[in-house]
RNA sequence: GACCCGUUCGUCUAUCGGUUAGGACUCCAGGUUUUCAUCCUGGCAAGAAGGGUUCGACUCCCUUACGGGUCGCCA
């Protein structure tokens, strides 16, 4: 048997964290098993679908690397693969329950009668649940087609869940009360249900309910922000879901080769995005400079900073310190412009230190003359300044990076010099030596 | 309210009856770096509560509490 997972989302919104984890999983497990991964678009309720949404979901898909093998844009063999293009195939199966008894009008709807017993599902990752539809009053036969003549959701997943030969619904835990639901109808329609995963929420950081304008919400919001799609699919990967291991960094082939359904969680995680900052510095390591360079660029140029002309080399100083690509702007910003602001927690420090002043002065004045500017240069005439005046040259470090860059943190001093000049850093530290005094 | 699912450091988690309850994020302290970051070392920090079962329970059972979910002609 073939694996065939699906994603089912309804374009009313954009894809959110929960839908996109719910899509990972599937894709995973479609990948891990060489099956197929099927992408559908519920479309069922038109008053509330839109345009924008659907390619936001699509948008959302293809950032995470979520590809899909039949759907929307790539065709398949049991398309199409938008509810609302495949009504004449739901009338048939409608027909169906209608030739069997099991449905019944009520107020211009058409409702479907349930079995009066319990229920009992094998879910992959809740184990055996067992739901009681023996008392009608807490489990009253559902609507399947609404008086307008159109489909519920129920029904029509599945019908598409039986027609495009789905094998395994992985899916958010919000649906396990619906599955015996499902499973009734598949039951009647004589069909073979296929294996059900219902995986836990993803809360806020307080346990509320993750939903829309929650903070970290959009997966949309992660490429604005300078996320890798690799960091957030991993970080999304690992909650609710362990692979055995104590490696935390993965790649998308890794996280394939180890994902199984039997590792999933039972309880609901809560989004930390602390921890999901730190997943994506780990994956830039990885990223070459070139690669940096070109991906944070529109960071900086949206932080109206101007693009030089050695900026991967701007980018190799600060690749390592930087938790996103949105951090890329304040972190270079001392590079590529004059009138920079000092941090006065900083310069305090510097202060502290009475002789810092006249240091620099001399610091300056020993880095004119150079004809040959390097940070080997650089760093002999401040070993030559602190010699001379009696102090160590340790001591002059902080306040040279404070005079630099106006702040106590940042690249390492010898590529702050070398990327700056001489000019630039002899003007630099005699503008903070007068500062200081 | 009824019905389901769940409950290990603040957060993500390991543990599948016998462990000093391990790792990671965050935070703190040292070390390395003539500077910053990285990095290394160390530290803070947990089995919701109460009953059982057992020689022995975080692990199995029950109750309570708490959290989440579901109860639509939404999906």
Redesign the pocket.
């Known amino acids: 048997m073939t694996v065939r997972t699906r994603f ?3 374009p ?1 919104g954009y894809l959110h964290v929960g839908g996109a984890r719910t899509a990972l999983f599937n894709w995973l497990f479609a990948r891990k098993h060489g099956g197929t991964f099927v992408l559908r678009v ?1 479309d ?2 038109e008053a ?1 679908n839109t345009e924008e949404a659907r390619q936001a979901i699509f948008d959302g898909m293809k950032w995470l690397g979520l590809d899909w093998d039949e759907g929307p844009e790539k065709g398949g063999a049991f398309g199409p693969y938008y509810q609302s293009q495949r009504t004449a195939i739901y009338d048939t199966w409608f027909e169906k329950l209608v030739a069997a008894g099991r449905v019944y009008e ?4 058409w409702r479907f009668r349930f079995e009066r017993q319990p229920v009992t599902m094998h879910d992959l990752v ?2 055996e ?4 539809y023996t008392d009608e009053s ?3 036969d ?2 399947v087609k ?3 003549g ?1 489909y ?3 029904f029509v ?1 599945v019908v598409d869940d039986l027609e495009m030969e789905i094998t395994h619904v992985i899916r958010g ?6 599955t015996p639901k499902h499973l009734q109808l598949i039951a009647a329609f004589g069909g073979k249900a296929p294996q059900y995963a219902h995986i ?2 993803i ?1 806020n ?1 307080d ?3 993750m939903s829309k304008r929650d903070a970290g919400a959009a997966v949309a919001d992660y490429p604005r922000q300078g996320f890798l799609s690799v960091a957030v699919v991993n970080f999304i990967a ?5 692979p ?1 291991t ?1 490696q ?1 960094i993965f790649t998308l082939a890794e996280l394939v080769e180890r994902f199984s359904l039997e ?1 999933v ?6 989004f ?1 995005l ?2 999901c900052k ?1 997943v994506n510095q780990q994956h830039l ?1 990885d990223v070459s400079v070139d690669d940096f360079a070109i991906a944070s660029r529109p960071f900086v140029e949206a932080a109206g900073l101007p693009i030089p002309e050695n900026y991967p080399a701007v980018i190799a100083a600060v690749k ?2 930087v938790r996103l690509f949105s951090d890329v702007p304040a972190a270079v910003d001392f590079l590529l412009k004059d009138d920079f602001s000092y941090d006065e927690d900083a310069v305090a420090k510097v202060r502290g230190n009475a002789a810092a002043g006249g240091l620099l002065g001399a610091l300056a004045t020993a880095f004119e003359p150079i004809s040959d500017w390097s940070a080997d240069a650089a ?1 002999a005439a ?2 030559e300044t ?1 010699q001379a005046a009696g102090a ?3 001591q ?3 306040p040279l ?1 404070v005079a630099l860059s106006g702040r ?7 590529d702050v010099l070398t990327l700056l000049g001489r000019d630039r850093c002899v003007a630099r530290v005699r503008h903070f030596a007068e500062k200081l005094s």
Do not use: Q, Y
């Open positions: 089912a989302p309804s009313t519920e069922t309720d509330r009520d107020g211009g709807a809740c184990g649940v067992t739901i009681d807490n489990t009253p559902m609507v609404r008086s307008d159109s519920v959701f129920h997943n835990e919000d649906h396990l009360m619906n836990p929420l809360l950081p346990g509320s309910k690992l909650l609710g879901w362990n055995k104590e935390e590792n969680n039972r309880s609901p995680g809560r930390d602390e921890k730190w390591l390592d310190k760093k401040l070993n602190a160590k040259p340790g002059l470090m902080f990076r106590g943190h940042g690249p390492d001093i010898g």
